[in-house]
């Protein structure tokens, strides 16, 4: 499967890209590769059914389309695409990952994934809080951006491109697998592992991640294996 380069496209308004992505699997086939970004998003999606607000040209928003097989933890080995790129622009601050794919800095939320399987593609979402000021009542304790962690605006397209390049380097790295070195990596920068976490159901000591890309958690002496929803981590979010 020929996935790369990917070919980029800037829109200047849609709904969310990773809808406009799965519309062209459904009504076309897509060249393989396909990286789209928006400057505005008007329905941007989020994990779990919720909504992704962005800021015009100023937050990154983007989705990747690639033909793959489906493989379990796929989302995990983006987040530490994503990871690799965001590196680049922050001066060396220190980034964690929340799982299963949130990259977070200085305890807050820089930036969410929302990976969807269509047919035989998966439609890789990415919105990057890049130049964000200030952030909607409901999030502003939780989120931060670029900027409020440089002081500098960053050019946006210049964050899409290497978003891209990390994008291409893990995916071909690992052959589209989460495979026990991406593993490894990934659980040394997983913010929850050690910490005392909370799922609607559970709440206990995140232990480890699963080779499925679960987390694992200990909870009063019995291993549970945490596959989905929301996990709050202790003094985070
Ligand atoms: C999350 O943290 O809940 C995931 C957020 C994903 C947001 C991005 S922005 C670009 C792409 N288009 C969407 O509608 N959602 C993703």
Known sequence: MVNFPLSEVYLESVDSTNSYLKRI???????????VMAKCQTSGRGR????????????LCMSICVKNKYCEGFTLLVALAVY????????????????????????KKLCGILCERVN?????????NVNDKSFAEEIENKATSLYLLNGEKLDVKAVF???????????????????????????????N??????????????VSVGSD?????SCNGETVSVTSGEVAVHNIY
């Open 48 to 59: 779990l059914g919720r909504s992704w607000l962005s800021a015009e040209g100023e937050t």
């Open 84 to 107: 690799d790129a965001i590196k680049l622009f922050c001066k060396g601050k220190e980034l964690k990952i929340k799982w299963p794919n949130d990259i977070i800095a200085e305890n």
């Open 161 to 191: 491109k290497a978003v891209n390049n990390a994008v291409e380097n893990i995916l071909v790295k690992y052959d589209f697998t989460f495979t026990e070195n991406a593993r490894n990596v990934y659980q040394k920068l997983c913010v």
């Open 193 to 206: 592992i050690g910490k005392d976490v909370a799922t609607e159901k559970h709440s206990g000591k995140a």
């Open 213 to 217: 890309g679960s987390l694992i958690l």
């Open 25 to 35: 699997i459904k009504e076309q086939e897509p060249p393989k590769g396909l990286s």
């Open 120 to 128: 035989e593609y998966t439609v890789i979402g990415i919105g990057i």
